[in-house]
């Protein structure tokens, strides 16, 4: 019977991804019986780690507040290294699927990694796509807002404000629209993991200090504020169009 350890079971996997060795595993049997080679079974498509970083959609020496500097670490290490975790994170669960013997809380481990990973990927994309704009809001996603919070001038506020709460720590602020309770909200977000279900997020604004540290250093407001002037507005109108549609 094979015996692994939590440690074991995610050894090699650090937060950008990169140098995880990715070994072949087999499963074991029950005892007496003959161990089948986890090479010889098909792999599940959930678990292929093909994933690609998607290019930035903007010019990063072109945004006002935000240096290309700061812009390239934060895709170069943060977020294609969240890419590089999940595919590893997914081709070890391939191989840890297979075998019979692995406990329960130790596949549980690398199903938390996953979750977090995924999460990481997806508000990075959502979060790069909706930069490079002029910061001037309009179209369907306005008419929303003011739905919603009253007005432009009062969604923004408490926008920077739950942004604001998280300054110093981690996580992300999502404008997102509810398609069961058909409400717009400013959810706060601890980490990767957080996020109301049935949620789609329209804007996404990174609050990790990898996102503003090496421009702002404490000063979470002053990134907050240039954010702000470099939305794309064209992109969270789309988002929102495409999520009320989905109602």
Do not use: C
């Not at 007496?32 to 093909?50: D, H, K, V």
């Not at 191989?95 to 995924?118: C, F, H, S």
């Not at 939305?231 to 969270?236: A, G, L, P, S």
Request: net charge neutral; charged share 20%.
């Amino acid at each position: 019977m094979s015996i692994f350890t939590r440690r074991n079971a995610i050894k090699g996997i650090a937060a950008g991804g990169a140098g995880l060795a990715l070994t072949g595993m087999s499963t074991s049997s029950a005892a007496g019986e003959p161990s089948t080679n986890a090479s010889t079974l098909q792999m599940a498509r959930a678990f292929r780690g093909e994933h690609q970083p998607k290019a930035l959609p903007f010019d990063p020496a072109k945004l006002k507040g935000i240096s290309e500097k700061l812009l390239r670490s934060h895709f170069d290490n943060n977020y294609t290294g969240a890419v590089k975790a999940l595919n590893a994170v997914e081709q070890r669960l391939d191989a840890m699927m297979k075998d019979k013997d692995l406990p329960a809380y130790v596949y549980g481990d690398l199903k938390r990694e996953e979750l977090i990973r995924t999460g990481s990927v997806v508000l990075h994309e959502f979060y790069f796509a909706n930069l490079g704009g002029d910061g001037k809001s309009g179209g369907a996603v306005l008419d929303l807002i003011k739905t919603w919070f009253g007005s432009y001038e009062q969604w923004e506020a408490e926008f920077k404000r739950t942004a604001n709460a998280l300054g110093g720590g981690s996580g992300w602020a999502i404008f997102a629209f509810n398609t069961h309770t058909g409400e717009a909200h400013n959810y706060w977000a601890w980490d990767h993991m957080h996020n109301a279900p049935m949620s789609r997020p329209l804007l996404v604004l990174d609050m990790y200090e990898h996102a503003y540290h090496m421009d702002y250093g404490a000063a979470a407001a002053k990134y907050i504020d240039a954010f702000m002037q470099n939305v794309k507005w064209e992109e969270v109108n789309r988002r929102a169009e495409e999520s009320v549609a989905h109602k």
